[in-house]
């Protein structure tokens, strides 16, 4: 059934939704293109990193390359699909560096190169260049869903090979709260509810379609990570909670980049301050220059 198929957000949550997914993306966006170089940077056993490479290069994340014939040697290069990720695993750190306090060892802080500065990404809208990041009324952006958006289309099928590639204990937990948002597509559904104003048990169940002891289960972690706060019955994103916009925004933005489906957008995004459509663009909150890819490392 094409209505059915699943859009750009159930593709991206497919990918992203593994932790070794993003920490070998992050590594080669540091500049790790050989195995050896993966296998040194991460605590990833031979069978995980094996599967995760050959995996990233049929899904386009990565390109396979042999660098020499006699015995075969290969690297992996980042697509363009692949690198562009970076806005994503910046906004990812710099989460829970500021919200996840129990890092160990904690997370190193990020340089701009540029300016040489310890520096927080911002969020802003591409269009106006006026910040967009979730402010205490946390509505600067409105979302509606496009013609490819539903949740039914947005929610990838259980069946997802990450989850027989690899047991979630393998994982580093490097980002053990993003991945409980990402890697887990009713938490990812629901956050993005709370984001567009459901607050309701019954309305996220009746919205999301998903079985009542799911929500609830979600709802519990939500509210034991201090991500959302349960007032007389009405469940609200609390400020670590608004602090997830970014992540969102720039998944949300690569996925709609990568997976464009051909009736168009799953989720369109509207800027209040300047009423164009929102798309993020990551600045320093130091020298207020765009941020690049290229010019991010840890300190
Ligand atoms: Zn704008
Ligand atoms: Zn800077």
């Not at 069978?47 to 042999?66: D, S, Y």
């Not at 929610?155 to 993003?178: C, M, Y």
């Not at 309701?200 to 709802?219: E, M, N």
């Not at 663009?281 to 765009?290: I, K, N, P, Q």
Request: charge should be positive.
């Amino acid at each position: 059934m094409p209505g059915a198929a699943p859009n750009a957000v159930a593709q991206m949550l497919g990918l992203l939704g593994d932790e070794w997914t993003l920490l070998i993306v992050q590594q080669a966006l540091l500049g790790s293109t050989r195995y050896g170089e993966f296998a040194a940077g991460l605590p990833v056993s031979h069978a995980v990193l094996t599967n995760r490479l050959q995996t990233m290069a049929a899904e386009g994340l990565l390109t396979r390359r042999e660098y020499q014939i006699k015995p075969a040697r290969s690297e992996y290069l980042l697509t363009p699909q692949g690198r562009s990720l970076w806005p994503v695993l910046t906004s990812i750190w710099h989460w829970e560096r500021t919200w996840v306090p129990d890092h160990r060892p904690p997370l190193p802080a990020m340089c701009h190169l540029d300016c040489g500065a310890e520096f927080a990404p911002a969020v802003t809208c591409r269009s106006c260049g006026a910040p967009a990041g979730a402010d205490d009324r946390g509505e600067r952006v409105v979302a509606q869903w496009g013609p490819s958006g539903s949740w039914q289309r947005s929610i990838p099928a259980a069946t997802n090979r990450r989850r027989s590639a690899g047991r979630r204990v393998d994982a580093a937990s490097l980002f053990p709260e993003t991945m409980s948002v990402i890697g887990d597509r009713w938490a990812f559904a629901l956050l993005v509810a709370a984001f567009v104003g459901v607050g309701r048990f019954t309305d996220f169940q009746s919205q999301l379609g998903a079985p009542p002891g799911t929500i609830a289960d979600r709802l519990a972690l939500f509210c034991g990570e201090d991500v959302l706060a349960n007032t007389g019955g009405r469940y609200a994103l609390t400020a670590k909670g608004r602090g997830f916009f970014p992540i969102l925004v720039c998944a949300l933005s690569w996925a709609q980049r990568w997976f464009p489906a051909p009736e168009g957008a799953a989720v369109i995004l509207t800027h209040r301050a300047c009423g164009r459509e929102f798309s993020p663009a990551l600045v320093c909150d130091r020298c207020g220059a765009r941020l690049r890819g290229a010019q991010i490392r840890p300190v």
